[in-house]
Structure formats: structure tokens, C-alpha cells
């Protein structure tokens, strides 16, 4: 890029860039790839309302969402975020040990307004919120505007 071209762009612009081009050299294209998804979040909402986190556990159902990042938080090994698909918002639950250290990576440095497709297990979190346990992490989308 440009050096004239990157005097145009904020800091934040600038970093988004910068990890759009780490994407690229994990062999990891920012912008497309086909995702088959299992459910939106809306459904699973539907079809768990009635299940409290024991059911949910022994049921031991899995799915595949994807959707906007809008929330991130968490440190370490674990982290918490959102993701809204066109029905809603569904929180996944990433664990350093459950989806290994590339797929972590990957969510650790997703900036919010990137699209996600998540795989794993139906779980409710013990404040009661259906979440996806993940166990791998797709890239679908870079966002480079915040």
C-alpha cells in the first residue's frame, strides 16, 4: 500500500490493514469462503428455550452459526463474544484447549464487525445464556472500517 494512500487512513484503519495482510500470509483469504452453517441464532434460541444447562449438556448437540463479531471479550486461554446473524445475536464461548492454538489465534486477533463461522457444542453458561462451546473457528470476512 502506498505510503501517500496510508497517510488517508486513521490509526485503527491502519491496524486492520496490518492484520488483514497477517491473514494473507496464513494462507487465509479476508474475504470469502463458502460456510455451510447448521442453524441462525434465532433457531437455537427456538429449539433450546426449554433445556437448563444439565439438559443441554447431556443432549451433547453441536452446531455451526456464523455471523458479525459485535462483542469480544476475555483474556488469557478463554474468551466470550457475540455474533449476529440476520435473525439475532448468539454468544460462542472459546476455550485455548478446545479449539486449539491456530483457531485461537484467529479469534484473538478477529476485530469487531468481522464475520465468524463458528462449529461446536449448544451449551448454556452458568448465568443461563444458550452459547456455542466452540471447536474450530473459520475466518469468513475481514471488517477494515470499524
Known amino acids: 500500500m502506498s505510503t501517500e494512500h496510508m497517510e488517508e487512513l486513521n490509526d485503527q484503519q491502519i491496524v486492520r490493514r496490518e492484520k488483514m495482510a497477517a ?19 434465532q433457531e437455537l434460541k427456538d429449539k433450546f428455550a426449554e433445556l ?13 452459526i456464523a455471523g458479525r463479531l459485535v462483542t469480544k ?17 448468539i454468544q460462542i464461548y472459546v476455550r485455548k484447549d478446545a479449539v486449539g492454538e491456530e483457531n485461537y489465534e484467529i479469534f484473538k486477533k478477529a476485530d469487531l464487525g468481522d464475520f465468524l463461522g463458528v462449529e461446536g457444542e449448544v451449551m448454556r453458561t452458568d448465568m443461563g445464556e444458550l452459547s456455542i462451546k466452540a471447536t474450530h473457528i473459520t475466518h469468513l470476512s475481514k471488517a477494515l472500517r470499524p
Open 23 to 41: 491473514l494473507r500470509e496464513q494462507g487465509i483469504d479476508p474475504f470469502g469462503k463458502r460456510f455451510e452453517r447448521t442453524a441462525n441464532s
Open 52 to 64: 437448563d444447562k444439565e439438559q443441554l449438556h447431556e443432549l451433547n448437540e453441536t452446531a455451526t
Open 73 to 89: 471479550r476475555g483474556k488469557g486461554k478463554v474468551g466470550f463474544a457475540h455474533l449476529q446473524d440476520r435473525e439475532g445475536q
